[in-house]
């Protein structure tokens, strides 16, 4: 994303093998407060977020117990919105934009996403003109940019500063408690029709080999 031209919160990436501790004390000295989570899984599942320096210790652990890819970035402040895009008529287009309102202290985790404990999920979300556009801008963006095939969702988080890539699930999921479908009904378009249009790009996509 940033060799786009788009603004990513600053990082590490931490593999297996990996002097972890040592990692995250250094990310500590120079970005302060930090959210650890896993490269490659989803639904938040080993998110940490590390407030207090002697949070450091424990989460050295359970990184390294996860034995995955990690990456370690700056917390930024801010609200964090989420944006589908799909892909039709041969371009990119951005869905209704989501807002996740966490409650103080709370986080947006398993618990979170799946059984709203602690956060209120806001289709179309309440955020002025122009950071809407800017964040859907980054999600074609970075939609583009990774090369997704049919529909993907970018997490970005407006701060003081300005919208700030976060991530890009390229498979994100459908359930009743997904964001695509809450953003699918805001645009007033029936699931099951955008469930058609996937299968139709999937069976092209492997009829072009």
């Known amino acids: 994303a940033h060799a786009h031209g788009i603004a990513v919160a600053r990082g590490v990436a931490l593999a297996p093998g990996d002097d972890v501790a040592a990692a995250l004390e250094q990310a500590w000295t120079e970005l302060g407060a930090l959210v650890a989570k896993p490269i490659a899984d989803g639904s938040s599942i080993g998110l940490l977020h590390l407030r207090a320096h002697e949070e450091l210790a424990a989460a050295a652990r359970d990184i390294t117990s996860a034995g995955v890819p990690y990456l370690v970035e700056e917390r930024l402040e801010g609200t964090e919105l989420t944006v589908g895009v799909v892909d039709e008529g041969g371009t990119a287009i951005a869905l209704p934009i989501s807002e996740v309102r966490v409650v103080p202290g709370g986080s947006f985790d398993f618990d979170g996403k799946y059984l709203g404990r602690g956060t209120l999920e806001i289709t179309p979300a309440e955020v002025p003109t122009e ?79």
């Open 131 to 209: 950071i809407a556009a800017k964040a859907s801008e980054i999600a074609v963006a970075a939609h583009l940019a990774l090369g997704c095939a049919g529909y993907s969702r970018t997490d970005v988080i407006a701060t003081a500063h300005g919208v700030v890539f976060l991530e890009t699930n390229t498979l994100p999921g459908l359930t009743r408690a997904s964001f695509i479908p809450q953003q699918l009904a805001a645009a007033g378009r029936p699931l099951a029709g955008f469930v058609a249009d996937q299968l139709g790009l999937g069976r092209a996509r492997r009829d072009r080999g």
